[in-house]
């Protein structure tokens, strides 16, 4: 059964119509797919995808006023393959590509962060702010390992700051040999730990790669071949950890993998009320006038602000909350969750 194929087919033809000539186009192209859907009809009769392309594509025409009869869009031009398996494989490590191909739609993105105390928004839009010393999971699943190792802010203090992070991209077919990257405080390499910048000499080993965006400041990867960017920073003496992953990587994890900060966010047991920090009031008011200039919207990336520039009594992590929020302006996917409010 080819109907995925028909899918792919129609989205290529409709992705990019515009303007006043699109109607004419968008018929003609749900034409072609009722053609192609025609032509699988008879391997395609058991398949589900077949049949809601079949009732989707009626209901099109109705909505578009487009008639049965008349000019289709023209077939794709199929790319020339003298080297085929080198085609097939870049195609397998480009995520994005091949759901779309798939499934005839662009995946979905969850967006999750680890910064300052640490505090931690989740895949789920949950925030809180942790204990958690020591080292502890942000990421447990199929495709990727990331832990966090949290030290004390200050001595006896009961605030924890992000010291190292160790983000491990696991061995994936044609795509990528095994990666490990390290970061601590004041080392914040532009390189994964065997030195190398991308993922190594398969075929699609440049859909994984490392880009320095501010020297000793800012790391970016792009794992393309899992749809997922990380972002790594430094602000003061703590370390931030941000990542937006496609929805299926992100849920790619057993039972046994339940412990994932990212997924749950932090044990109750672990948590501590943002409030607490902020009952010296000269303090707390100089707090929030610094992270007002950084932080103009008083959401939790705000309070966060507060609370750990009144608990470290350091200026900068103004510029971790900021660098979070900046993070998430461009990772998530629906511009609407930008600011939490608690």
């Known amino acids: ?12 033809a409709t992705l990019h119509l515009r303007g006043p000539g699109r109607t004419a186009a968008y018929c003609d192209a749900l034409r072609s797919y009722s053609h192609c859907t025609r032509k699988t009809a008879r391997t395609c009769r058991g398949d589900l995808a077949y049949h809601s392309a079949v009732h989707g594509i009626e209901d099109l025409m109705i909505q578009n006023n487009c008639s049965k009869e008349g000019p289709t869009s023209p077939p794709r031009p199929r790319p020339p393959a003298p080297n085929h398996q080198g ?14 191909y798939k499934h005839g739609q662009p995946p979905r993105y969850q967006h999750c962060a680890a910064f300052g105390d640490p505090h931690i928004r989740t895949f789920h839009d949950d925030f809180h702010t942790c204990r958690v010393e020591g080292s502890w999971p942000l990421l447990d699943n199929d495709y990727l390992f990331v832990q966090a190792t949290s030290s004390p802010v200050a001595k006896g203090s009961n605030a924890t700051v992000t010291s190292k992070l160790t983000i491990i991209f696991k ?12 970061a601590e405080i004041d080392n914040l390499p532009a390189a994964f730990e065997d030195g190398s910048v991308n993922g190594g000499e398969r075929p699609g080993g440049s859909s994984l790669a490392i880009q320095e965006r501010s020297p000793g400041r800012h790391v970016e990867i792009r794992a393309e071949y899992i749809g997922t960017t990380i972002a790594v920073r430094q602000a003061g003496r703590q ?8 929805e299926e990587v992100a849920r790619a994890f057993t039972e046994e993998q339940d412990l994932q900060l990212c997924v749950g966010g932090c044990p109750r047991s672990q948590r501590i009320s943002r409030s607490e920090c902020c ?3 000269a303090a707390a008011e100089t707090a929030r006038a610094l992270c007002k200039e950084m932080l103009p919207v008083e959401d939790v990336y705000f309070q966060s602000c507060v609370f750990d520039v009144v608990t470290s009594g350091d200026a900068n992590f103004t510029m971790a909350a900021h660098g979070a929020l900046e993070d998430a302006r461009v990772f998530l996917p629906n511009a609407e969750k930008l600011h939490i409010f608690q």
């Open 279 to 281: 009952r010296g009031r």
């Open 171 to 182: 061995n994936m077919k044609e795509c990528i040999d095994q990666k490990v990257y390290q």
């Open 87 to 100: 085609l097939e494989s870049l195609d397998i490590c480009n995520y994005e590509k091949s759901f779309l």
């Open 1 to 12: 059964c080819k109907i995925l194929r028909c899918n792919s087919e129609y989205v290529a």
């Open 239 to 246: 370390l931030s950890f941000s990542i937006r992953a496609a």
